[in-house]
């Protein structure tokens, strides 16, 4: 480099190091070169040029081509830099640099494309073929070419234009450093004397040049503003100190200072307000002074703080602005009782203006306190201090009205004074009555209601905690209130599968929420109740309280009802099902069972296939039995009732079920036990179902209990009957209970925790029950026994109901008549008439009704009517029993009709007679069946 001034003014090491940095950050090359040419610093420089376009003379030669062009038009930008497109391609940009007007050095960067002018490939790949260059390496380097937008180049060479021209100052300081040295140095002797004078000041001493900077900060402008020194030197005073309500007087005064030294608080003392450091406000108190240097004008500031005078001044403003403004009234009273100042509120609570109220006394205004009452007052007062008491005032038109007064003893100069508050009470008074009234209208409603109430209250993410109830909590819950608040919060007797699902939604509750909930409690004594809680969520006073108000009704009964109810309604549904099953099953077993009675009919006793067969047919009747266990269950063994005596009904059943086991049986039903009507069949069934129940659940031998009382049930009682006489029959075992979770499903139809067992023992029992218009119900307690229990509706006094019976009529022995079979199924119609020819009938057989009242009739008109007729009740998709005998009948009234069926719930097979027909034939029937319902 030829100019030594440039490396006077740049450390060219840092410089390096600093446009590295930049490098990194931007990706932007850069380089100083000095007025020769000469690289004196480079960063970042590109592969495309360092490797090939420098490399190739044709390339190279456009290179330097390009910077001569550039350095031609360099003393054109002084101020500014130059842009310029390279023979090969790439974007270029120059800024010359200048230190005291010469230019010293270039700086320079490029080897970049800008975002609007990209790279044509073509045509960089035909200069690479054009020079030689591997084309792919040479491609792939200008892949590597960065691309900046123009505002991003712009960015940079401002920034680097700012920098270059804080280097040219710092060099020109530099230059100068020496002179100011000298100068400084005559200076220290005498900023030594003044740095002692204005360490010792109290007030803050500043000192600001003619545009405002502060040159001066003693150690008082420390403490009082909060700035240090160092902080606030060279910063503008009026930036760093003044609010901005200062601004407009600021700028005027500022101006008029700098020109002449003069300006509003030049030479005076004003009371300003100053920002600190903190940002807090403080009332200061300035003296302003001016000084000449030279050509300014400076101006020094003596800064005092005036922050305890004016809370001083502030607060005894405040304490008269409350005192005229107050609601309540302030009274000043002498030791003779007289008001020595009143606020305006005292004025206008009493209807008197001020001197009125000066003129006056305590016992004017005070008809319950008289003027010979004040000294003894007087006394008190000055004993204890304070006093506060409720009285009566009165005001200048009359009115009396109550009042709360709060008074204070104070000596002040040795003066002694009484200062009341006294406030005007009378809507708390009318409030407190009303609340009153509320209350005992409380009272009385918590006394006669059957629910309890209560109050609740939580914080944040804290539970529910109880504030009060009311009600018969004792009576539900079996805990006393004591009991309740002890335990702190309803959580700790909800039932634990309740709990969580309540709990939950408690904790959901928001303000001005109306929520009803549903749950089980466990009461102090062990006992489950149900509980229906309505609640209503309020904010409460404090943050982040909420408040319940609830009230809650023990609804146990209504759910005991309700399950019944339900358990009903389940029965039913399920029974629809096991009907239609036991109708299907029962014309299968009728093609079974007569098929194997009628093979039997055919082999002598001492054939081998003889006892096969009839364990067959025993087998077959069985699976009957189950089908009408499931008739019986889905309301289809509908009871053919009788006036029947239970005593001797359980005493068979007892002895049939209990013989030969280890257990042996009890009864205690008296002679006065009143009679029921029931199916004895259907009863004995139920009877049964209990009893072995009863034997299962005692394997090591015991006892059953049998009872029977009579009873009236009210309109009100827990079994959902209807209000009458009832026998109850309890069956109590010495078992091994039942669990809760079993209890609740022992009627469910297949329900059954015994191996082998078919689940409907219980669940036919409900049924029947139901039939009977009674019900069942079970206590159990695990290892302890169980009793169950029936309601049967028992027969008044007197009563002349007859008992159902159905009649038989024998009749003469009619082998070789006709009979005329109609039955949807083919298998059941071709067995009946195989047996009934070889029972030495003539059979005739149809599949539906339209078919059966044709043949009937043209059998009636050829004079070869049928014997009888056997009827399918159901016939699916076609007409069934009950029609086709009505029609029989309007064709022959003395027609002798059976009616077949399987699905025995219908109300026909109860009272068939009075629909006309003779007799009924019940799926599965054999031979025998068929012989006995024909001659009778």
């Given amino acids: 480099m030829n100019s030594p001034d440039l490396f006077q003014v740049l450390d060219i090491e840092e410089i390096q190091k600093l446009l590295e940095a930049y490098f990194k950050l931007t990706g932007i090359i850069s380089a100083i070169l000095d007025p020769d040419g000469n690289v004196i610093v480079a960063v970042g420089w590109q592969d495309i040029c360092t490797h090939f376009h420098r490399s190739n003379p044709i390339s190279r030669a456009r290179c330097q081509e390009s910077a001569l062009s550039i350095n031609s038009h360099l003393a054109e930008c002084r101020g500014s830099f130059l842009e310029y497109k390279c023979k090969n391609g790439l974007w270029d940009v120059a800024l010359p640099i200048f230190i005291e007007g010469e230019h010293v050095a270039t700086f320079f960067t490029g080897q970049f494309f800008y975002e609007d002018d990209m790279p044509d490939r073509d045509y960089f790949r035909a200069q690479a073929e054009e020079l030689g260059f591997n084309v792919e390496d040479y491609l792939s380097a200008l892949d590597r070419v960065p691309v900046f937008s123009r505002s991003q180049i712009r960015t940079a060479m401002d920034y680097y234009r700012s920098l270059f021209s804080l280097i040219s100052d710092t060099g020109r300081k530099k230059l100068r450093l020496k002179e100011h040295s000298r100068v400084k140095g005559s200076l220290r002797e005498s900023e030594a004397t003044l740095q002692t004078i204005t360490d010792a000041a109290r007030d803050a001493i500043i000192m600001i040049d003619n545009v405002g900077k502060i040159t001066f900060w003693n150690p008082a402008a420390v403490s009082i503003l909060g700035w240090q020194e160092a902080e606030a030197i060279g910063r503008d005073i009026h930036l760093l100190l003044a609010p901005d309500c200062y601004n407009a007087a600021y700028h005027k005064g500022m101006a008029l200072f700098t020109n002449t030294g003069q300006g509003d608080a030049v030479g005076k003392t004003v009371e300003l307000r100053a920002l600190r450091k903190d940002g807090s406000k403080i009332p200061i108190e300035l003296s302003l002074s001016c000084v000449q240097r030279g050509n300014h004008w400076h101006a020094v500031g003596i800064i005092r703080d005036i922050s305890k005078r004016k809370s001083y001044e502030q607060k005894r403003k405040l304490s008269g602005f409350v005192f005229d403004n107050i609601s309540d009234c302030i009274e000043w009273i002498s ?501 009934l020819e070889h029972l030495g009938y003539k059979v005739t057989t149809c599949s539906n009704g339209e078919q059966a009242i044709t043949l009937y009739s043209s059998a009636l008109q050829s004079g070869t009517s049928f014997y009888a007729t056997i009827l399918d009740l159901t016939i699916r998709g076609g007409m069934g029993g009950i029609e086709t005998a009505q029609s029989i009948l309007a064709q022959d009234p003395s027609a002798r009709l059976i009616v077949s069926s399987g699905y025995s719930n219908d109300p026909f097979m109860e009272d068939y007679s009075k629909y006309g027909i003779n007799s009924t034939l019940i799926k599965p029937y054999n031979a025998d069946d068929l012989t006995r319902v024909l001659t009778t």
């Fill in 335 to 835: 030791p003779e009782g007289r008001f020595l100042d009143i606020n305006e509120a005292s004025c206008s609570s009493l209807g008197y203006s001020r001197e009125e109220m000066l003129s006056l006394s305590v016992f004017d205004i005070d008809p319950s306190l008289p003027a010979s009452s004040w000294p003894a007052m007087w006394k008190k007062l000055r004993n204890i201090k304070y006093m506060r008491i409720e009285s009566i005032h009165k005001d200048r038109f009359g009115r009396v009205f109550p009042v709360d007064i709060t008074s204070n003893f104070i000596t002040l100069d040795d003066t002694e004074l009484v200062c009341s508050i006294v406030r005007d009470i009378s809507e708390r008074k009318e409030a407190e009555e009303a609340l009153q009234a509320s209350e005992d209208r409380y009272r009385i409603f918590t006394a006669i209601t059957s629910d309890y109430v209560f109050k609740c209250s939580r914080k944040g993410s804290a539970p529910f905690r109880i504030l009060w109830m009311a009600g018969p909590v004792k009576a539900i819950t079996g805990y006393s209130e004591e009991d309740i608040f002890a335990l702190g919060c309803w959580r700790h007797i909800i039932h634990p599968d309740d709990a969580t699902r309540i709990i939950t939604q408690l904790m959901q509750l928001t303000p001005g929420q109306k929520v009803i909930h549903q749950f089980r409690i466990i009461t102090k004594h062990g006992d489950t109740r149900w509980i229906r809680q309505s609640s209503f969520c309020q904010a409460g006073k404090e943050l982040e309280e909420l408040i319940l108000h609830g009230c809650s009704q023990d609804i146990t009964k209504q759910e005991m009802l309700q399950e019944q109810v339900l358990k009903n309604q389940k029965l039913e549904s399920l029974g629809v099902l096991a009907g239609g099953i036991a109708h299907d099953f029962n014309n299968i077993l009728t093609g079974i069972m007569g098929n194997i009675s009628f093979a039997r009919m055919f082999l002598d006793n001492s054939h081998k296939a003889y006892r096969p067969l009839e364990a067959a047919e025993k087998a077959s009747g069985r699976a009957a039995r189950l089908a009408q266990q499931l008739l019986t269950f889905a309301k289809g063994g509908a009871p053919i009732k009788k006036k029947t005596s239970l005593r001797p009904l359980v005493e068979e059943c007892l002895s049939l079920v209990l013989r030969g086991t280890n257990v042996h049986g009890v009864l205690d039903i008296a002679e006065s036990i009143s009679t029921i009507e029931a199916d004895e069949g259907q009863l004995g069934q139920v009877i049964n179902n209990i009893i072995i129940n009863a034997v299962q659940a005692m394997p090591g031998g015991g006892q059953i209990t049998v009872q029977a009382r009579n009873l009236t049930l009210s309109s009100e009682n827990n079994q959902g009957l209807p209000a009458g006489r009832y026998v109850k029959l309890s069956f109590t075992d010495e078992g091994c209970g039942i669990k809760d979770e079993d209890r609740k499903k022992v009627f469910d139809p297949y329900y059954t925790t015994k191996p082998g067992g078919s689940g409907l023992g219980l669940a036919s029992s409900h049924s029947i029950i139901s039939r009977h218009n009674g019900c069942i119900e079970i206590e159990s307690c695990t290892n302890k026994g169980t009793t169950v229990s029936f309601y049967l509706p028992s027969l008044e006094s007197g009563d002349t109901n007859t008992v159902l019976t159905v009649q038989r009529q024998k009749n003469h022995d009619r082998i070789g008549e006709n009979i005329l079979v109609m039955d949807d199924e083919e298998m059941i119609r071709i067995m009946t008439q195989e047996m």
